[in-house]
């Protein structure tokens, strides 16, 4: 490419990546549990495959991490679209639980290989035309609303698909039987969201062109790969307040585990059948979208009244811990106030991990320097995959009723209280504070 493009048309382009990723991950979040559900699949074994996700994910996120800058961004992004499009195959498809894991495996494959190249990317294009001091946050804000934005018509969509294909004359029955019950009505939004991977893959192909960049080798790569694990793994032991972070990102884990485990069996229970419980299961989803977009919006001023970052993340993530055991409360009641007080929960989850999420990414980003803020947020977001996995395991053998949900309610918990005292000043690294960002968790 003879000269980077223009820094409004790579903005367009990230933004349209982000969507494009985004949205078949959001067709697979009503379904998939009710789904593995209707193949036979118990609650534990559930639980084995979001484990075998998120240990892959947390696995792979380190070493994978400077891979695009030998293979080149659009290369690992390419790659991790065909993962993807493999593992939604196999989710959609799948009847068996060794073809389900490898499916989830999969995926947790595809999702470490896409942290972080196309927002390289587009940082690269943006430092090629306007130099390394020009201003990234519009582009990376576009990219994070359409990301939201996919997420939540995705899972709205992937909710009522199957609801129509089961209400309508006989096609859910008509599917099955046509194809001897390989695809069910609920596994239809798994396969459109396959085929939206197809267009993924060709458009970063041919979308994404990169400007050059220094040469790397392989071999450096995976000679560098022993030290940047352990440079990761060494983070919180330097600095009190990064383990702080990296502790409460592992409770948020625990605490999304138990809801994405849980909800959409409750959901399905309420209304009495899968597919009537995977629309409902959409729109709440969606409404948890809508509700961590708001707290991240409100996160400043949340900051602001509590007078200080690190009170704003005690406030926010004890609102989710309250809205988690809110549920745990009402899993046993049936009626109209439980319902309610559930839904109220549910909401003041994704808003308190929403508004928590910008104040923690300021107090990490302020606490490291530029040379290793790429690992701190790696180091992150392990943490919250590994907790997330530990607890989903322990969730699936729990016995139904409200201890799953106070589980996870309790760990959240936790992770608010580590924030009741003040952190000192940073251990002596040699590093000075990085400058003001408005990061937000991914």
């Known amino acids: 490419m003879t000269e980077p493009l223009d820094p409004r048309a790579a903005r367009r382009r990230y933004a349209t990546a982000c969507a494009l990723f985004w949205f078949p991950v959001g067709m697979t979040i009503a379904p998939m549990i ?19 996700h998120s240990l892959t994910a947390a696995a792979l996120e380190l070493p994978t991490g400077g891979l695009s800058d030998v293979l080149g961004r659009r290369t690992v992004l390419a790659a991790a679209g065909l993962l993807n499009l493999t593992a939604l195959v196999l989710q959609g498809l799948g009847t068996s639980a060794w073809v389900l894991t490898c499916g989830m495996i999969l995926m947790g494959a595809g999702r470490a290989l896409s942290s ?5 990317w587009y940082v690269d294009i943006v430092h090629a035309r306007s130099g390394s001091a020009a201003d990234l946050r519009p582009g990376l804000a576009r990219g994070k609303a359409a990301t939201s934005a996919a997420l939540a018509v995705g899972t709205l969509l992937g909710g009522a698909v199957p609801w129509l294909l089961a209400s309508g004359p006989d096609l859910g029955a008509r599917l099955e039987e046509a194809t001897s019950g390989l695809v069910l009505p609920l596994s239809v939004p798994m396969l459109l969201a396959a085929a939206v991977e197809v267009v993924f893959v060709l458009y970063v192909l041919a979308a994404l062109r990169e400007p050059a960049r220094p040469a790397a080798t392989a071999r450096g790569l995976l000679r560098g790969i022993p030290a940047t694990v352990a440079d990761g793994l060494r983070l919180g032991a330097r600095d009190a307040l990064v383990r702080r972070i ?3 990102a592992g409770a948020a884990g625990s605490g999304l585990a138990a809801v994405e485990l849980l909800t959409p069996g409750r959901v399905a229970t309420l209304t009495g059948a899968s597919e009537s419980g995977a629309v409902v299961f959409a729109m709440l989803a969606c409404a948890g979208f ?22 704003a993340v005690l406030v926010s993530l004890g609102m989710s811990a309250s809205g988690l055991l809110l549920l745990g409360a009402t899993a046993a009641a049936t009626g109209l106030v439980a319902t309610v007080l559930a839904v109220a929960g549910y909401a003041l989850i994704y808003l308190g991990l929403g508004s928590a999420g910008p104040s923690e990414n300021d107090l990490l980003h302020r606490r490291v320097t530029s040379a290793g803020r ?34 996870g309610g309790v760990v959240l918990a ?25 990061a937000v968790n991914g």
């Open 34 to 52: 009710l789904l593995f559900t209707e193949r036979g699949m118990s609650l534990a074994a559930i639980a084995g495959f979001f484990a075998a």
């Open 116 to 120: 972080g190249p196309a927002e390289a």
């Open 374 to 407: 790429a690992t701190a947020l790696s180091v992150q977001s392990l943490a919250l995959q590994l907790i997330g996995a530990l607890t989903g395991l322990l969730v699936g053998v729990l016995p139904p009723g409200p201890i799953p949900w106070l589980l």
């Open 246 to 248: 990296l502790l409460s």
């Open 414 to 438: 936790a992770g608010a209280l580590l924030w009741v005292r003040r952190s000192g000043p940073p251990a002596a690294t040699g590093a000075t504070p990085a400058r003001h960002t408005d």
């Open 290 to 311: 809508v509700c961590s977009g708001l707290g991240s919006h409100l996160a400043p001023l949340i900051a602001r009244l509590a007078g200080s970052g690190e009170r």
